[in-house]
């Protein structure tokens, strides 16, 4: 999977496949004469004509008076910069001389807690460097809801997308200023997240996201100028949203369909991406479906009273020696421990099931090794508080335990019902993609060990890693690339997973570790009885 | 020629040839629905596709906006303004209801002088109304090559633009205010003008319009927003010049070709537009070619000293009494004379050299009736003191038929050189079209009196009238038109006359009334000596 994640290849595209979104093009421009009484203007434009394939380009006004000036000074060697917009092409720069390699872009991954930035060479075609970020609108509300909530105040929505925008401004200011790069040549921005968060970004009304019947204003956003949005880029830069489907299902899960490619498989594929939501995708190169569930709450630092997102000081990794039953964990940064994050919940969950600590049930089995009386609710304390980075013991109760019970049963129901509708079985599908930051921590093993997801083969499942970040940096580097998700983006058909009458009953079924039906988890079965 | 003149035919095109430069199309736009996920704008487009042969249409961020929110008050019923742009299609407006009605254009003659306005209704395909208003350059510099002088000083150039633009907003105000349309339903303006005429109205620099190698900025300006030019109307309306070849050939003459349809016509035709200077084009539907010359100044007040420009009190006919050698004429607004206009001037040197009051080289005969010494000069007295309009004699001196002399053998020698290097005589033209409003009032009789244009039959002489206003026109109202005029504007070869051989000995031929050779011009001779 070197494909999906820019930090181990730095060259996304093959280098024959790069056709950027903005590209620049030299020209040696003939100097007008008594014979040729083209206007300097036509005279660039039937030069590209035939030295490029670009048809008939358009040229905005301002770029008319640039055009003209710059080659009179230049007296003929001249760059032309040009941005493919929707159903055009539009000169957006021209600059004396030869100046192909100034070409730069801007993918920023739009995560509601996290913002990851990559700036891109285009000339070149490669990822120049990375940074992240906190998204500055966790302070006005740590999940969606509450920001589309802060929306309706007056001036909600203007504060939050210029916070987003500053946020923006100030990671790319930093990357350019690392890279001696000049802003005035970062020609393009994309970015990728969820349907809210493009919202959010756009500035466009929310209101009616998280109303029945969960409309958009848009899932085709289409290519426009990023002074729009005041980035602060080249005057003319252009601006591309990764599309969506609906509320649910944003830019960042099709991202992750092309990162997969399973959109052109033959044999049938699903993704899961991990996030405030859930958003699981099915299909093969015939038909795509996706559902969202809110899976991700109780893995995302909330409702989970030890949880945390995944920044430094969460514990992500957890493993219990059978035999002393003594735990082990691992943190980000390698600090002390705060709180555990999503990839932490699922492996201590797994450990305590396949050690007894808790029961078919999940409930936590009283007088087992470290467990402990928190408050009155019986816990397992991980971190003891001299352990602890916060001073406090690290502890999962009870109530925690029930949270991530449901939130892995809501998971594995939701696969059931998509695959069974479908009429296939978990047997029958080639991967099983996990993107997001989460799937790359999240260990199949233990996920499967709680029968959050199916029992099968552990070589099936592949982490896509940010393939919200890598989408929207092919969508820079590859119009055929940008154009293949807005052709996924029509494919996939939203399904509602609710109405279907099986659920509550599955639902319930697989309210136990790993399932009712042990018989569906028969290496669990294996592993805990060993 | 009905259909050159809107005055004539309101209706310019077919009904069923009508596919304007922006158009209006009503959509019942399905509700939102859990079923039916698509943004607000996606499901206007998927339904504009259907319903139109619109394909991908593009919506600039303000309006994605906007068509959100008028969907959602009108709950269904919506109109979409669609503009065509250079290579596509966009959004530039959304109503709720049926607004198909309201949707206004307007074009421009820009003529050096005058202005011409024609108020258009884009639906119904119809000049609603027109008014004329002298053009505030003017008063810059009479002449295009002393405005264009006047753009070397600082802010000359923004100087001459907004006053041409003030005079358009104030036009139009006048005719929308008349006719009861509100400037928010003018989506689109369309301009006709000389080369230089178009660069002062974009802001474009004239500094080497007038310059070897006399290169334009641009010769086609591809559409572009009129919000550019502060136009005083709908803020999504587009702006669009017709083009130009090269600095002599302008959107007028081009107009002129189009409205004549000589490049679609197997047998060769002449079409003549004098303005300021006097453009030539020659050609069929195989090829076609252009010739400028400075004809015009002495038919355009410039020059001659009792000339004026074709306004109200500029004697625009005379006759003569073969016998009594006494004058008659007619002035524009039927007002005493306040000096003779281009086509008064050619009326009135043709009846002179009929009666004999010059001879063949254009000097005035000593002591022929009306003849007097004015300032130590002779001169033909027109108009006596007592009738003129500004108490003053209308005097013809020598030194102004000596101009007039040079204007018309450089006329001749121009359409000379043009046809006998295309292997063609005179006799081959099918059609002679004469453009501008001079063309309207020009007598071919008398100008093939006095040498000016060929001795070919007078039914193949036709004025096109304002064919650059109605080209405008022509240019809003058909897609169609528009190309066809932008594939002239391909097609047109640009011809330096001066650097033929044959040019000078040529001149000198012409520098008789009617020539030298007046085996040319035997209706001429049968007509003196009859």
Same mark, same amino acid.
């Given at each position: 999977?070197?494909?999906?994640?820019?930090?181990?290849?730095?060259?996304?595209?093959?280098?024959?496949?790069?056709?950027?979104?903005?590209?620049?093009?030299?020209?040696?421009?003939?100097?007008?004469?008594?014979?040729?009484?083209?206007?300097?203007?036509?005279?660039?434009?039937?030069?590209?004509?035939?030295?490029?394939?670009?048809?008939?380009?358009?040229?905005?006004?301002?770029?008319?008076?640039?055009?003209?000036?710059?080659?009179?000074?230049?007296?003929?060697?001249?760059?032309?910069?040009?941005?493919?917009?929707?159903?055009?092409?539009?000169?957006?720069?021209?600059?004396?001389?030869?100046?192909?390699?100034?070409?730069?872009?801007?993918?920023?991954?739009?995560?509601?807690?996290?913002?990851?930035?990559?700036?891109?060479?285009?000339?070149?075609?490669?990822?120049?460097?990375?940074?992240?970020?906190?998204?500055?609108?966790?302070?006005?509300?740590?999940?969606?809801?509450?920001?589309?909530?802060?929306?309706?105040?007056?001036?909600?929505?203007?504060?939050?997308?210029?916070?987003?925008?500053?946020?923006?401004?100030?990671?790319?200011?930093?990357?350019?200023?690392?890279?001696?790069?000049?802003?005035?040549?970062?020609?393009?921005?994309?970015?990728?997240?969820?349907?809210?968060?493009?919202?959010?970004?756009?500035?466009?009304?929310?209101?009616?996201?998280?109303?029945?019947?969960?409309?958009?204003?848009?899932?085709?956003?289409?290519?426009?100028?990023?002074?729009?949005?005041? /980035?602060? %880029?080249?005057?003319? *830069?252009?601006?591309? =949203? +990764?599309?969506?489907?609906?509320?649910?299902? #944003?830019?960042? $899960?099709?991202?992750?369909?092309?990162?997969?490619?399973?959109?052109?498989?033959?044999?049938?594929?699903?993704?899961?991406?991990?996030?405030?939501?859930?958003?699981?995708?099915?299909?093969?190169?015939?038909? /795509?479906? %996706?559902?969202?569930? *809110?899976?991700?709450? =109780? +893995?995302?630092?909330?409702?989970?009273?030890? #949880?945390?997102? $995944?920044?430094?000081?969460?514990?992500?990794?957890?493993?219990?020696?059978?035999?002393?039953?003594?735990?082990?964990?691992?943190?980000?940064?390698?600090?002390?421990?705060?709180?555990?994050?999503?990839?932490? /919940?699922?492996?201590?969950?797994?450990?305590?099931?396949?050690?007894?600590?808790?029961?078919?049930?999940?409930?936590?089995?009283?007088?087992?090794?470290?467990?402990?009386?928190?408050?009155?609710?019986?816990?397992?304390?991980?971190?003891?508080?001299?352990?602890?980075?916060?001073?406090?013991?690290?502890?999962?109760?009870?109530?925690?335990?029930?949270?991530?019970?449901?939130?892995?049963?809501?998971?594995?129901?939701?696969?059931?019902?998509?695959?069974?509708?479908?009429?296939?079985?978990?047997?029958?599908?080639?991967?099983?993609?996990?993107?997001?930051?989460?799937?790359?921590?999240?260990?199949?093993?233990?996920?499967?060990?709680?029968?959050?997801?199916?029992?099968?083969?552990?070589?099936?499942?592949?982490?896509?890693?940010?393939?919200?970040?890598?989408?929207?940096?092919?969508?820079?580097?590859?119009?055929?690339?940008?154009?293949?998700?807005?052709?996924?983006?029509?494919?996939?058909?939203?399904?509602?997973?609710?109405?279907?009458?099986?659920?509550?009953?599955?639902?319930?079924?697989?309210?136990?570790?790993?399932?009712?039906?042990?018989?569906?988890?028969?290496?669990?079965?294996?592993?805990?009885?060993?």
């Amino acid at each position: 999977m070197t494909f999906s994640d820019p930090k181990d290849s730095r060259q996304l595209l093959a280098r024959d496949a790069l056709d950027p979104l903005v590209r620049k093009v030299f020209l040696e421009v003939p100097l007008p004469s008594l014979r040729d009484n083209r206007g300097d203007v036509d005279r660039v434009l039937d030069l590209l004509e035939k030295q490029s394939d670009v048809r008939n380009p358009s040229v905005p006004l301002g770029m008319v008076r640039h055009l003209s000036e710059v080659l009179y000074e230049s007296r003929g060697p001249l760059t032309v910069t040009l941005a493919v917009k929707e159903s055009s092409t539009e000169v957006i720069d021209a600059a004396a001389g030869n100046q192909v390699g100034m070409n730069f872009a801007l993918a920023v991954d739009l995560g509601s807690t996290n913002l990851v930035f990559y700036l891109l060479d285009l000339h070149r075609g490669v990822v120049l460097d990375e940074s992240t970020a906190e998204n500055p609108q966790v302070r006005f509300g740590e999940d969606i809801l509450s920001r589309i909530h802060y929306c309706e105040r007056e001036e909600g929505a203007a504060e939050l997308q210029t916070v987003l925008i500053q946020a923006i401004n100030g990671a790319l200011a930093k990357l350019l200023q690392k890279n001696g790069i000049d802003r005035r040549h970062v020609y393009a921005v994309a970015a990728a997240g969820n349907t809210t968060m493009v919202h959010l970004f756009c500035g466009f009304s929310t209101h009616r996201l998280c109303r029945e019947p969960y409309s958009p204003v848009v899932n085709r956003l289409q290519i426009c100028p990023a002074r729009d949005f005041d /980035l602060e %880029v080249h005057e003319n *830069a252009v601006f591309y =949203a +990764l599309p969506s489907v609906g509320s649910y299902a #944003g830019g960042d $899960a099709l991202a992750g369909i092309l990162v997969s490619q399973m959109h052109r498989a033959e044999k049938f594929s699903v993704l899961v991406d991990v996030g405030t939501n859930a958003e699981i995708v099915l299909g093969n190169r015939h038909w /795509l479906t %996706v559902a969202a569930g *809110a899976a991700g709450p =109780a +893995l995302e630092g909330g409702v989970v009273g030890c #949880g945390m997102r $995944a920044a430094p000081g969460a514990i992500d990794q957890v493993r219990m020696d059978r035999k002393t039953l003594r735990p082990t964990w691992s943190t980000i940064g390698r600090i002390p421990p705060r709180g555990i994050c999503g990839s932490g /919940l699922i492996d201590l969950m797994a450990e305590l099931f396949l050690s007894g600590v808790i029961d078919e049930r999940g409930k936590i089995v009283i007088g087992a090794q470290g467990v402990v009386e928190r408050d009155g609710h019986t816990a397992y304390r991980l971190v003891p508080a001299d352990q602890s980075g916060t001073g406090t013991p690290i502890d999962l109760t009870q109530l925690d335990l029930d949270n991530l019970l449901r939130t892995k049963a809501a998971m594995y129901t939701a696969l059931t019902v998509m695959t069974r509708q479908a009429g296939l079985s978990f047997h029958d599908l080639e991967y099983f993609f996990v993107a997001g930051t989460f799937g790359a921590y999240i260990d199949p093993e233990k996920a499967i060990s709680i029968g959050m997801v199916p029992d099968i083969p552990l070589a099936r499942y592949r982490a896509l890693h940010n393939s919200a970040g890598v989408g929207a940096c092919l969508c820079l580097l590859s119009n055929a690339k940008r154009r293949e998700l807005e052709e996924i983006s029509r494919r996939v058909t939203y399904v509602e997973l609710n109405v279907d009458g099986d659920f509550m009953p599955l639902l319930n079924a697989a309210m136990f570790l790993p399932h009712t039906d042990a018989s569906q988890f028969p290496s669990v079965t294996a592993k805990r009885f060993s």
